[in-house]
């Protein structure tokens, strides 16, 4: 067994103090995504404000907290603060590692002893540390030096294991690790900080201050706002008309959970090249990657913002499908809401961008949201259970329950007896949207997850457009809050009453992905890989795969007569629409 002797420990302890005042100016190189550039990072070590840039060339991130709150400054130069509660728990925690990077530990710390922790024959003395009002994690020593070598968080979607070496005096009997690198195995992707100057000084004003956004979104006109059409797709997303650079329109869909992302084929077709190599994980399981490519200018209805920086990446074809409407070309997200307030109307499909401070406030209920990440989360509900539910307009389903949440809680048992739907289990359920109690509505739930975003350990769920479709809706990202009337002819969105999981094939058929035990399409004798042709004698290629899954959410009793291929014949099925769930 390793044994670290608490008078090492002391010794790697003494003289590694801070004090409030002395700031540490650190520039060098970072690297990410299959790409390098300058560092610059400034931080007060005793209070744990600091704030760094990382300059790429293509795009300057920044990120940064004032002691109080942690704020994010995203590749299109948005700024908004990470305030919710788990936000502020790992803040608090970041800071207080500055503290003591340097220092070995100490049990006058909120600091517990683990067990030894070995990779390959190398020892490390682990400890747990937990300051007051932070969040739990864990922290290895090199047993040789007393010195940190890597601390374990659990950050909202992953977790980040944040290595340290390459240590070297910077005065004082203080040391600080010229070289860390940022592991995310869940993403399986890192950041690299390889530092080359540091200097210690005096912390001066406006050295924590956060940046000030671009000045780079207009309204033609000089006008207060402007209002699209969007296509809805039977109340699933929000596709708006796009030009791009002069061409278009594109339709994109507004996704406040998502980021700016163009598809590979639209990036083609405006003739631009994509830069870097990023990995990310979003719904599902799978590691997706991107490149970045910068816009010279996006126009939506008169609202105009330039030089605009977009992920570039490959979607399957099958979710990009829309015809015959035009295909989805990319998502537009969390920059166009920190640029706009933007009010959805679903009753009148259309969307209006504003200049912030230029409209009264709504008619409607105001309710606050903050941030962990990116998207934005409210005081939400299910089944009388209270937690931060997510708004995602890119949500084309129902309600979505995590396990991390619901587990706890004991709600598992009940969200496992729904109906099967590929990986989800549906089901229905109370859900409630701020002070809204919505009744039974739909809900998903996909059990534990090994990454992406159902592995989350700071939301208790995520709307979806069906939901949020039931609101008149109006989100201002510079008041943080987000204004809801109910829209009392929405109701709930209905489950499909076929059994059917249909897809596009190349030739606009819709071929059958997967078939429910024991329901209608089921008892008909139509099976996967099956090819459907017509529905009630109108050619698929009329409508899209969203029209199709309309149809299937029918009244009950409906008959639907399908023409296509079958255990491969031709030949026709009929149905009568019937429930899948009960209650």
């Not at 830069?275 to 490149?291: D, E, I, L, R």
């Not at 459907?532 to 009244?555: H, M, N, Q, T, V």
């Amino acid at each position: 067994m390793l044994v670290v002797s608490l008078l090492m420990l002391a010794a790697s302890h003494a003289g590694c103090a801070w004090h409030r005042g002395e700031m540490l100016d650190l520039s060098g190189a970072v690297e990410t995504g299959g790409l390098s550039g300058k560092l610059t990072r400034r931080v007060e070590p005793a209070s744990g404000r600091s704030i760094e840039a990382q300059d790429l060339g293509i795009v300057v991130t920044r990120s940064g907290y004032d002691g109080k709150l942690a704020w994010s400054q995203d590749m299109s130069g948005g700024v908004h603060e990470l305030n919710s509660d788990f936000a502020r728990r790992l803040a608090v925690s970041m800071a207080w590692l500055e503290d003591r990077l340097g220092c070995g530990p100490s049990q006058r710390e909120p600091m517990t002893r683990l067990s030894v922790r070995t990779e390959g024959r190398r020892p490390y003395s682990a400890w747990r540390a937990a300051p007051a009002g932070g969040v739990p994690f864990e922290l290895w020593y090199d047993a040789r030096t007393g010195r940190i070598d890597r601390a374990f968080f659990q950050m909202a979607e992953s977790r980040l294991i944040r290595h340290f070496a390459d240590w070297r005096s910077v005065g004082g009997g203080r040391f600080v690790p010229f070289l860390q690198r940022d592991e995310f195995p869940e993403d399986e992707d890192e950041i690299v900080r390889r530092l080359s100057t540091s200097r210690v000084r005096k912390v001066a004003a406006g050295d924590f201050a956060r940046p000030r956004p671009p000045s780079d979104a207009a309204i033609l006109g000089n006008a207060l706002s402007t209002t699209v059409p969007f296509e809805d797709d039977h109340r699933t997303r929000i596709y708006l008309p796009v030009m791009l650079n002069g061409k278009g329109p594109f339709m994109f869909e507004l996704d406040n959970g998502g980021h700016n992302i163009l598809t590979s084929e639209t990036a083609a077709a405006l003739g631009i090249a994509k830069t870097g190599s990023f990995n990310a994980t979003g719904a599902g399981n799978s590691v997706s990657q991107s490149g970045i490519a910068r816009v010279a200018r996006v126009q939506i209805g008169n609202a105009v913002v330039t030089n605009q920086p977009f992920s570039v990446r490959d979607f399957s074809a099958a979710s990009n499908d829309r015809r015959p409407n035009l295909p989805r070309a990319g998502i537009l997200g969390l920059e166009l809401f920190e640029r706009f307030v933007i009010a959805i109307d679903p009753r009148g499909k259309t969307v209006t961008l504003s200049k912030f401070d230029a409209i009264d406030r709504p008619a409607a209920v105001p309710i606050s949201f903050v941030f962990t990440e990116d998207a934005p989360l409210i005081d939400g509900s299910f089944n009388g259970r209270r937690g931060d539910f997510m708004l995602d307009t890119g949500n084309a389903g129902p309600t979505i329950i995590e396990d991390y949440w619901a587990a706890p809680l004991g709600l598992t048992a009940e969200l496992n007896k729904g109906v099967t739907r590929g990986s989800t289990k549906i089901s229905r359920g109370s859900v409630g949207v701020g002070p809204f109690d919505l009744g039974q509505e739909l809900v998903s739930y996909y059990g534990p997850a090994d990454r992406g975003s159902e592995y989350t350990r700071a939301v208790a769920g995520i709307y979806g457009e069906p939901l949020l479709s039931r609101f008149k809706s109006t989100y201002d990202y510079s008041r943080g809050e987000v204004w809801l009337e109910p829209l009392p002819e929405a109701t709930p969105l209905a489950f499909d009453r076929s059994g059917l999981s249909l897809a596009k094939d190349d030739g606009g058929a819709l071929k059958v992905a997967s078939v429910a035990p024991g329901s209608a399409a089921d008892q008909a004798g139509i099976r996967k890989d099956d090819l459907i042709r017509a529905i009630d004698g109108i050619p698929c290629e009329k409508f899209s795969r969203a029209d199709a899954a309309a149809i299937l959410r029918g009244e009950p009793g409906t008959s639907v007569v399908f023409t296509g291929t079958f255990d491969g014949a031709p030949g026709t099925k009929r149905i009568a629409l019937r429930e899948l769930l009960n209650g």
